[in-house]
Antibody
Framework: EVELVESGGGLVQPGGSLRLSCAGSGFTFRNFSLTWVRQAPGKGLEWLAYISRDSNTIYYADSVKGRFTISRDNGKNSLYLQMNSLTAADTAVFYC?????????????WGQGTLVSVSS | EIVLTQSPGTLSLSPGERATLSCRASQSVIRYYLVWYQQKPGQAPRLLIYGASTRATGIPDRFSGSGSGTDFTLTISRLEPEDSAVYYCQHSWTFGQGTKVEIK
């Protein structure tokens, strides 16, 4: 069974940094592209970042470009999101998901999410 | 950038009724780019439909997707109590704002 488990969320002060992790199991991790999506409290889904199987292709949403960095370690079956210069607007549940991407994209398996709260 | 507008915002129906959810794109899109997800309270989203009309693994056949151009529809033919959720459409890296389906 495909499983994705996020960790690393928590309370951080405005201007601070946080690194999220996502551990994959139940599938051949290195064969799949991955993505991060967030959901602010009571709001909809917002795509954040995408990374290809070999890390050679990376995309970011404009809202996080220059502040967030997506990376992966296929040897550890892990995906990461380094988040810097955080503001209250970044408060959300962050999901990692497996991305099926050719000329179109969809996310076929999701983690349960990790909550990031940015507050002083 | 394509904007997806979902309607209605909330749909309140009884079990056994048919639900029709709309997703309208701000410009014509390639049909098979359109994706639908279901998100129940406190849970992660779940893939329902990809390629506009292909059901994901394990999705009951009461869920169907259709449409082309700018107008796409998710239909739930016979509502079950467990279908109470928010439904999101997606095109490329953009999500619609969601439609909440309530079961009376």
């Amino acid at each position: 069974e495909v499983e994705l488990v996020e960790s690393g969320g928590g309370l951080v002060q405005p201007g601070g940094s946080l690194r999220l992790s996502c551990a994959g199991s139940g599938f051949t991790f290195r064969n799949f592209s991955l993505t991060w999506v967030r959901q602010a409290p009571g709001k909809g889904l917002e795509w954040l970042a995408y990374i290809s199987r070999d890390s050679n292709t990376i995309y970011y949403a404009d809202s996080v470009k220059g502040r967030f960095t997506i990376s992966r370690d296929n040897g550890k079956n892990s995906l990461y999101l380094q988040m810097n210069s955080l503001t209250a607007a970044d408060t959300a549940v962050f999901y990692c998901a497996r991305a099926l991407y050719s000329d179109y994209v969809y996310f076929d398996s999701w983690g349960q999410g990790t909550l990031v709260s940015v507050s002083s | 950038e394509i904007v997806l507008t979902q309607s209605p915002g909330t749909l309140s129906l009884s079990p056994g009724e048919r639900a029709t959810l709309s997703c309208r794109a701000s410009q014509s899109v390639i049909r098979y780019y359109l994706v639908w997800y279901q998100q129940k309270p406190g849970q992660a989203p779940r893939l329902l439909i990809y390629g506009a009309s292909t059901r994901a693994t394990g999705i009951p056949d009461r869920f169907s997707g259709s449409g082309s151009g700018t107008d796409f529809t998710l239909t739930i033919s016979r509502l079950e109590p467990e279908d109470s959720a928010v439904y999101y459409c997606q095109h490329s890296w953009t999500f619609g704002q969601g439609t909440k389906v309530e079961i009376k």
